[in-house]
């Protein structure tokens, strides 16, 4: 089966939005907005709080990978990093309701990503790419990583066919990519995934320079000291707290359940910061 290809024919093509063109940061938030990026995140209060909890238990669905995650942090400590990585107040009173994300500090930090990115294609950096959210981020990703190429970085596809199979499981994991953007399969279709196994067998295989990722794949590049820029939502948490302990630097706060052509506005803001044309060392 032709998992990567179905995956394709059920994503939207690529339009003029996504062609690399100048904005303003007002365009771009309104574009945020309109696509529900930002606003009021698809994951509410009680679920941002109930995964907070779940990871100061020491679920691993929930670590994303990564050790040391509740040293020094409670709920409270917590609640506020994702706060503060929103742009906005979470109300500690309410039981239920919307959890809101501004557009000002999301582009503020997809500024610094693709500052990052662009010394990545100055200086012909080997980049991974990845993600457990398919029919969404990898949307993202792979417009990324096709203008990373065109602009000089190597990007690289590890793990390209890695198969294994977990205790319990009736079927094989694999890996596989749609372009330059590394999912886990279950040889059928793309799964949506927390898990560090796929990324650990990729870094097997070969480290690259930097990773761009979210989820597990995020949490276990930075575990395994790579360098990485993450996505994550307002009820992952992990990320943000491995930032807070200095473990990595840049991790982008959106909605990441929404239409997978709404992120046009986030491919927008990183194709700015990149170099024009091709570049060497």
Partial sequence: MDVIGAHTRRLPSYDARWTPREHTDAELAV?????????????????????????????????FGLSG??????????????????????DREAADGPVEIRPEPMLAELAKMG???SRACQRSEIVALATGHP???????????DLLTARGARVVRLGEGLRWREAGQKHDWQIEHFGSVALQTDGRVPRHTHRPHAMRRMLAEGVPDLVVADHGFAGAAIEAGVETL???????????VAKAQGRTEIVVVLDDHV????YWPCFQAIAARLPSTVTHP
């Fill in 115 to 117: 500052d990052r990115l």
């Fill in 230 to 240: 993450s996505i994550a939502d307002v009820n992952d948490p992990a990320l943000l």
């Fill in 69 to 90: 995650l509740r040293d020094g942090f409670d709920q409270e400590a917590m609640l506020r990093l994702v706060e503060a990585a929103a742009g906005a107040p979470i």
């Fill in 31 to 63: 574009g945020l907005r309109a696509g529900r990026v930002a606003g009021a995140a698809s994951h509410p209060i009680e679920n941002v709080r109930g995964n907070i909890e779940m990871l100061l238990a020491g679920d691993p669905d929930k670590e």
């Fill in 135 to 145: 029919e969404s981020i990898d949307y993202l990703l792979k417009a990324v990583g």
């Fill in 259 to 262: 239409a997978p052509d709404a």
